[in-house]
């Protein structure tokens, strides 16, 4: 979420998965798109999930890193996705924060590392707050749908199989948690639980969007079948 004004800035990331993550996801941005009035009484857009942001962070961070100025380079990312004169907020979703699909369940990254996408928005926003967003899971039902997907993905014939080849720690959210602040910096997060999405998903739009009236949002039902 970017701020504009410059008085009171601020940039907050959306992270998403699969699975139960992206049906969260899905009517996540459904909500937004049943109350876009509400949003734009505030001033606040956001991006459709299907723009290529993670181009033009990737270009506008090697900029930086190769000495062109840091407000000039952020003013142009910014007028490539959006008319920055006419909002004062400015969500971005892409699921690819928490990494690709074809990454998720290898050895030591059932919590991708996402530090390098993170370190490239700091880079564009260096004088920005920024905040992440996780969505956690219950650690019981979160190690059997792993194992199913490595089932389904061929790369484990039965559970002991599939549990001589992880590292255990390497499935709690806490590692997660602690990659994405980054050492050093310790990025301020607020995190839920994907269980509990359908009975608080009001709070969270309104934790990161920040829109006044959050619990007058409507979504529809149907996406809350989890």
Same mark, same amino acid.
């Given at each position: 979420?970017?701020?504009?004004?410059?008085?009171?800035?601020?940039?907050?990331?959306?992270?998403?998965?699969?699975?139960?993550?992206?049906?969260?996801?899905?009517?996540?941005?459904?909500?937004?798109?049943?109350?876009?009035?509400?949003?734009?009484?505030?001033?606040?857009?956001?991006?459709?999930?299907?723009?290529?942001?993670?181009?033009?962070? &990737?270009?506008?961070?090697?900029?930086?890193?190769?000495?062109?100025?840091?407000?000039?380079?952020?003013?142009?990312?910014?007028?490539?996705?959006?008319?920055?004169?006419?909002?004062?907020?400015?969500?971005?979703?892409?699921?690819?924060?928490?990494?690709?699909?074809?990454?998720?369940?290898?050895?030591?990254? &059932?919590?991708? #590392?996402?530090?390098?996408?993170?370190?490239?928005?700091?880079?564009?926003?260096?004088? &920005?707050?920024?905040?992440?967003?996780?969505?956690?899971?219950? &650690?019981?039902?979160?190690?059997?749908?792993?194992?199913?997907?490595?089932?389904?993905?061929?790369?484990?014939?039965?559970?002991?199989?599939?549990?001589?080849?992880?590292?255990?720690?390497?499935?709690?959210?806490?590692?997660?948690?602690?990659?994405?602040?980054?050492?050093?910096? #310790?990025?301020?997060?607020?995190?839920?639980?994907?269980?509990?999405?359908?009975?608080?998903?009001?709070?969270?739009?309104?934790?990161?969007?920040?829109?006044?009236?959050?619990?007058?949002?409507?979504?529809?039902?149907?996406?809350?079948?989890?």
């Amino acid at each position: 979420l970017h701020r504009v004004d410059r008085r009171q800035r601020q940039m907050c990331i959306r992270d998403s998965y699969k699975g139960g993550h992206q049906s969260t996801t899905e009517h996540f941005i459904a909500a937004l798109k049943e109350n876009k009035n509400i949003l734009a009484d505030e001033n606040i857009t956001y991006l459709p999930i299907e723009n290529d942001t993670f181009t033009h962070i &990737f270009k506008a961070a090697k900029a930086i890193r190769n000495g062109k100025n840091i407000a000039d380079t952020r003013n142009d990312f910014l007028k490539q996705l959006t008319d920055i004169k006419s909002i004062d907020k400015l969500l971005i979703i892409d699921n690819r924060v928490i990494g690709q699909e074809h990454r998720l369940f290898e050895k030591e990254l &059932f919590q991708p #590392r996402n530090r390098g996408i993170l370190n490239q928005i700091e880079a564009i926003f260096s004088d &920005f707050n920024i905040r992440i967003f996780i969505e956690t899971r219950s &650690f019981t039902s979160l190690i059997p749908s792993y194992y199913s997907d490595t089932v389904f993905y061929n790369k484990a014939s039965n559970y002991d199989d599939f549990i001589a080849q992880i590292n255990i720690e390497d499935l709690q959210w806490s590692s997660l948690i602690e990659r994405s602040q980054g050492r050093g910096t #310790r990025l301020p997060a607020t995190i839920w639980q994907y269980e509990d999405y359908p009975y608080i998903w009001r709070d969270v739009i309104g934790a990161i969007t920040g829109v006044e009236k959050y619990q007058d949002l409507n979504a529809p039902a149907e996406n809350l079948d989890l």
